[in-house]
């Protein structure tokens, strides 16, 4: 950031467009680059004495240039400036010395000076003369000085080392008032310049009699310092003359030498009895730090005879000002994946004060911000990212930049400084679980909303900004399920059938908009839930040739089975058997069998009567729906009147071993599929709870459970695609088992998601809440 200082010098007084320096050669710019790069120079004072030409990147003179002006007699004079370009930002400082030229001559505040001289004064006396002051510097302001020739004054030089020695006039011989009372001299003040030039002042010399002594200082140059937060009022110093005449002659008045500047008669005053000089005035280092003041003690003669001494003030500075800060480049907002040592801003620190109390150190605060401050030149300072950055954790940061002088008391200056971090897209789209399942009733209307997903992404704008889509690459769903890009929605695009479809696992992807985009996927898994939409099928076909019994018969005598399946599943495929209301009440049927028996013993006597059975076959669901079954049953006597083709049931045995036989064999085969899908799911369940045990199970309308039939009852085969499994058993099966997939029994309905309870039918069947 910083760079080495280049130097130039000019002269004052240089016309516009006189060449300084080749400033864009010397910083190592190429010329086509400083256009691009913003090139621009700043003066730390705000005026334009310089300008650069961004096309042959020449420094040259652009206004008039005072030095006498711009810094009085400081023997150093300089102009600074501060040059910046971009793309890098890089700040270089030039210092362009103002050089001095003899472009002033010496200059007397008076043009007449009065000096009166008694006549007794003695061969050789002094009298000290108006000095002439020059505004340059150097041996251009070196003054000599010469008198206008004559017989009685000779011009001698005191302190001739001091930087403005006094001319005296020396008496050469004794004066005759007589003779001639009035001299006319000219002093001339020379300057050590080239050309030479030069100041006049006209001497007029009153020669008086009597009073022939002048007050002496009992110090030619008195010596002082002073602080510069002395109040008014304070005693800087008592002069004290003295003068060996008598009477009147020997009082003293003391008074400031006319010609002082009125910054000195407004900054102290005089008791011209007493000699004490007082501060009238406030001081300031920073303005004045030195204060030469002549003064005069002059007698009450007839004719006044004066006395001179020289008053040098030293001010001391005290840290009365604070540190000022000036920001030179701010670069905001800051990116998050800004490398460390990336610079944010770049700030000037100045002090007028000098010393310690000038020396001014830069701190930030908190300190356990990811930023920190560099030395760059100087008091420049760059604040730069000292850590990752991480928008998501922090978007805004507040830096306190404090500047504090090490004076006594120390003083500070505090800049508060705002950095936004910008956005980069660096976090993906995240559900808040990685699956749901969801579950929903089949038939539902095309178009139905099922479900809705929803991503979050920390970023901000168009990094946030998610859209959803269904990953297809395992299966296809595009028929089946869609989903809203925007909202999340899930919606079924047609009804869906539980007999044809019993789940739906497919991914949800979520991306945002940014450059490049990231993505998140979460599964679903939809469970279509059955509904009682199937009537129950006999599927035994009853011959229309009714069924011989010979009698008689003992009681609970087994004379058919009525045979049906449901295509539901769960409660809806759990088939009951009842009698129509007016048949005959010599029969009954198993309540969950289907078998047709007698409920009393039956005679001889009740032999040639015919009987017409109507079965009704009902299923569980809500509401249940039914299908019928008619048997035909004729009683005979003797087993002689028995046509031969006639179908005679075996007594006390099935009408069919073979068949009895398969059907154990196939009740005990189902059985064990069953066990072992049983304890499929139940192992499916727990590593789903045992892996996800924050994972929501999701309802669509209504709840779903897993049920288990009670031991009464018989088998009912309901899913065609052969995921529930179900059999139909004899009259000697009567410890059955159901295994139902997912589904929606009796249940307590209600609208959370698990709070739902299994509920079990009794030994009769029925269910209880």
């Not at 890098?88 to 010496?106: Q, S």
């Not at 989903?483 to 696992?505: F, T």
């Not at 450059?515 to 599927?539: H, I, K, R, Y």
């Not at 209301?581 to 001889?604: D, Q």
Request: with cysteine; charged share 20%; glycine share 6%.
């Amino acid at each position: 950031m910083g760079s080495g200082q280049l130097h130039y010098s000019v002269p004052e007084e240089s016309q516009h467009g006189t060449f300084v320096g080749r400033i864009a050669q010397d910083l190592g710019l190429e010329m086509d680059e400083l256009v691009p790069r913003m090139f621009r120079m700043e003066s730390a004072d705000h005026r334009n004495y310089f300008e650069v030409n961004v096309q042959n990147g020449i420094l040259f003179v652009n206004s008039r240039i005072d030095r006498e002006e711009l810094c009085g007699k400081s023997s150093l004079c300089a102009v600074h400036l501060e040059v910046i370009v971009d793309k890098p930002l890089r700040v270089f400082h030039v210092e362009v010395e103002i050089k001095d030229i003899n472009d002033n001559a010496p200059t007397f505040s008076v043009n007449i000076v009065n000096l009166f001289i008694s006549e007794s004064t003695a061969y050789g006396s002094r009298f000290s003369l108006e000095s002439a002051s020059d505004a340059d510097i150097g041996k251009n302001a070196l003054i000599a000085y010469r008198i206008s020739s004559n017989e009685y004054f000779a011009l001698d030089t005191q302190d001739k080392q001091a930087k403005s020695p006094l001319p005296e006039l020396v008496l050469k011989r004794t004066l005759d008032r007589e003779d001639i009372s009035l001299h006319h001299l000219l002093l001339t003040a020379t300057d050590g310049g080239q050309p030479e030039l030069t100041g006049t002042i006209q001497l007029v010399i009153t020669v008086l009699d009597v009073n022939d002594n002048r007050p002496v200082f009992n110090q030619s140059v008195y010596e002082v310092s002073l602080l510069e937060s002395s109040a008014v009022g304070t005693l800087v110093v008592k002069l004290e003359a003295t003068d060996i005449d008598e009477g009147i002659n020997k009082e003293i008045t003391y008074r400031f030498k006319t010609s002082l500047p009125t910054t000195i008669q407004t900054m102290f005053e005089i008791d011209e009895n007493t000699g004490e000089i007082r501060l009238k005035g406030k001081l300031d280092f920073e303005e004045v730090n030195l204060y030469e003041i002549q003064i005069q003690a002059i007698d009450k003669g007839h004719a006044p005879m004066e006395g001179d001494c020289k008053l040098l003030i030293e001010v001391l500075d005290v840290n009365d000002n604070s540190p000022e800060m000036s920001l030179k480049s701010l670069s905001v907002p800051v990116a998050e994946d800004s490398p460390p040592g990336t610079v944010v801003a770049l700030i000037s620190i100045s002090d007028r004060d000098s010393g310690a109390n000038g020396q001014v150190s830069c701190s930030v605060t908190p300190s356990h911000l990811p930023f920190k401050l560099l030395s760059t030149f100087k008091n420049y300072y760059s604040l730069v990212v000292a850590e990752p950055l991480d928008r998501e954790r922090e978007a805004e940061y507040k830096l306190v930049v404090t500047a504090q002088d090490q004076g006594t008391p120390s003083l500070s200056t505090s800049s508060t400084l705002v950095v936004p971090i910008g956005d980069m897209n660096d976090n993906a789209p995240a559900f808040p679980q990685s699956s749901y399942t969801v579950f929903v009733k089949e038939n539902n209307p095309p178009g139905a909303h099922i479900f809705t997903v929803s991503a979050s992404d920390p970023d901000v704008a168009e990094n946030s900004l998610i859209s959803y889509w269904l990953d297809e690459k395992l299966w296809p769903l595009s028929s089946y399920i869609s989903v809203h890009s925007e909202s999340g929605k899930l919606y079924a695009l047609q009804p869906l059938d539980y007999e044809e479809v019993k789940l739906l696992e497919f991914q949800v992807r979520a991306k945002d908009a940014g450059l490049p985009s990231l993505c998140g996927n979460v599964t679903v898994q939809v469970f279509v839930v059955d509904e009682n939409d199937n009537v129950p099928a006999v599927t035994v076909p009853v011959e229309e040739a009714p069924t011989l019994l010979v009698v008689p018969l003992t009681a609970g005598h087994v004379v058919g089975k009525i045979r049906a399946l449901d295509a539901d599943s769960g409660y809806n495929a759990w088939l009951r058997y009842e009698m129509h209301e007016g048949s005959s009440r010599l029969w009954r049927v198993g309540l969950y069998s289907g078998e047709i028996s007698t409920t009393r013993a039956l005679e001889e006597a009740e032999g040639s009567s015919s009987h017409s059975l109507l079965v009704v076959v009902k299923d569980h669901g809500k509401p249940a729906l039914s299908a019928t079954a008619t048997l035909s049953i004729s009683l005979v006597a003797s087993v002689q009147a028995l046509p031969a083709d006639a179908r005679l049931p075996r007594r006390g045995g099935s009408p069919n071993p073979l068949a009895d036989n398969m059907n154990i064999y196939l009740i005990i085969a189902i059985c064990a599929v069953s066990s072992l899908f049983l304890l499929a799911i139940i192992a499916y369940m727990a590593l789903r709870c045992h892996c996800q045990p924050k994972e929501a199970m999701v309802y669509g309308p209504g709840t779903a459970t897993l049920v288990c039939a009670s031991e009464v009852g018989s088998w009912s085969y309901s899913n065609r695609h052969s995921h529930i499994l179900g059999m139909t058993g004899d009259s000697n099966a009567k410890s059955d088992l159901m295994v139902f997939s997912p589904n929606i029994p009796v249940f307590a309905e209600t609208a959370q998601v698990g709070n739902t309870k299994e509920l079990v039918p009794d030994s009769s069947g029925q269910v209880s809440l």
